[in-house]
């Protein structure tokens, strides 16, 4: 029995040590079960003690209770391990959440009807971590699973895009974003509505496009280049200090896009430091 138990603690140890691998597992959930099994050891510590099999040599010398007490110290490790990731994990979100905060703030303050009462909290960076009640939908080869209706209203904008019909791809995009709140595109949107909004000369505009298109996916295969333009924005309507630390995130977060040079050569030109 008592070597079921310790080859069950061991292999739970074993398990929980590689739960960071696992999508479907959380810091939290690793946590709680680090500590349910460190509970479970030392029972199975007062039932060695107190049958007396805890000081019965094994296997090279070593007796069961040797062999707790190493799983015990790996366990404290792991759980010590497990604690400092998600407090890094919490101050990067919270970090990047209240940067996000901020630049809402402050690109409220540039447009004369933003009423910044009404601007309300900053959506937590990525989510709050709790998983949707229906997963959403696979994406195809071809792109993100849409409603007909939907897809139909995003080839229209970008038609419009692509026809130099800026304001026309601004208004479907602002209505295409009322209509289909938490669209799979929604940050290709987003950029999109940014990218009119530059075009329009809508500085503003254009680089709270950039933010929401972050916003939604920080991530995302658009993440860079939002950021990027993002940077670009801040810095022509002379926000020099957050376009430069804006610009300086793009290669921090993404090192392998082509956004890179693109962020650097920006930065190039405002004269970051």
């Keep these: 029995m008592l070597r079921k138990l310790l080859v069950s603690a061991g292999l739970s140890l074993a398990l929980s040590g590689s739960a960071g691998a696992q999508e479907d597992a959380t810091l939290a959930d690793i946590r709680?079960?680090?500590?349910?099994?460190?509970?479970?050891?030392?029972?199975?510590?007062?039932?060695?003690?107190?049958?007396?099999?805890?000081?019965?040599?094994?296997?090279?010398?070593?007796?069961?209770?040797?062999?707790?007490?190493?799983?015990?110290?790996?366990?404290?490790?792991?759980?010590?391990?497990?604690?400092?990731?998600?407090?890094?994990?919490?101050?990067?979100?919270?970090?990047?959440?209240?940067?996000?905060?901020?630049?809402?703030?402050?690109?409220?303050?540039?447009?004369?009807?933003?009423?910044?009462?009404?601007?309300?909290?900053?959506?937590?960076?990525?989510?709050?971590?709790?998983?949707?009640?229906?997963?959403?939908?696979?994406?195809?080869?071809?792109?993100?699973?849409?409603?007909?209706?939907?897809?139909?209203?995003?080839?229209?904008a970008q038609a419009a895009m692509n026809d130099g019909d800026y304001q026309a791809a601004a208004d479907l995009l602002v209505s295409f974003s009322e209509t289909y709140p938490g669209s799979p595109v929604a940050a290709q949107v987003h950029l999109l509505r940014g990218r009119a909004h530059e075009q329009l000369g809508e500085t503003t505009n254009a680089a709270r496009g950039y933010l929401d298109s972050f916003s939604a996916a920080p991530e995302g295969p658009v993440a860079p280049e939002a950021l990027t333009r993002l940077g670009t924005t801040l810095g022509a309507l002379g926000q020099q200090q957050d376009a430069c630390i804006t610009l300086g995130e793009v290669s921090v977060r993404f090192p392998d896009s082509d956004q890179v040079d693109v962020a650097r050569q920006a930065m190039q030109t405002l004269g970051c430091s």
């Design 32 to 156: 709680a079960e680090l500590s349910a099994l460190y509970a479970d050891l030392q029972s199975l510590r007062e039932e060695l003690t107190a049958s007396g099999q805890g000081t019965q040599g094994g296997v090279a010398g070593a007796t069961p209770l040797d062999r707790l007490n190493a799983i015990e110290a790996e366990l404290t490790r792991l759980t010590a391990k497990t604690e400092l990731l998600e407090f890094r994990i919490d101050r990067v979100v919270s970090d990047g959440t209240n940067r996000v905060g901020d630049l809402e703030f402050r690109l409220c303050e540039l447009e004369p009807d933003c009423d910044i009462g009404n601007l309300g909290s900053t959506p937590t960076l990525g989510g709050d971590g709790s998983a949707p009640a229906d997963p959403a939908p696979a994406e195809p080869a071809s792109g993100p699973a849409l409603a007909v209706a939907e897809r139909e209203d995003y080839e229209r």
